[in-house]
């Protein structure tokens, strides 16, 4: 009976959260292509996954220590989405919210949770 009532605690927590989600996403990833006439291979970008909901969230803040003319500020960007999708680290992520897509680089292991994932990025400045 408890674990019939965690589930559904579970199942309310990940609709609450999947209520949020008022943007899309795709993933794009690197898969190796072999040139059949030189036999060379290469690296090519791919589009892994489209069309996922999702949500961005943006946090900023402003270290203590700065000069008297110039202040760096920090900015964390986080993703979140149901948590079925394998993301792997490195893909660029192409995300539509707000009637604006932006690339972000995946900077890390996904944090996956019953309800969600949050994945933190950076804006994408290309692949290493």
Request: some cysteine.
């Amino acid at each position: 009976m408890v674990n019939d009532v965690i589930k559904q605690a579970r199942k309310m927590h990940r609709k609450a959260i999947e209520a949020t989600y008022d943007g899309t996403c795709r993933i794009y990833g690197m898969r190796s292509v072999k040139d059949p006439d030189t036999k060379v291979t290469r690296q090519e970008e791919v589009l892994v996954q489209e069309g996922i909901p999702c949500h961005l969230s943006y946090s900023s803040t402003t270290p203590a220590a700065g000069s008297s003319t110039v202040t760096a500020v920090i900015q964390t960007i986080k993703l979140f989405l149901a948590p079925e999708p394998v993301i792997p680290p490195g893909s660029r992520i192409e995300v539509t919210q707000q009637g604006r897509t932006e690339n972000y680089d995946q900077s890390g292991q996904a944090a996956v949770y019953s309800s969600h994932q949050e994945i933190l990025l950076e804006l994408w400045r290309e692949y290493a």
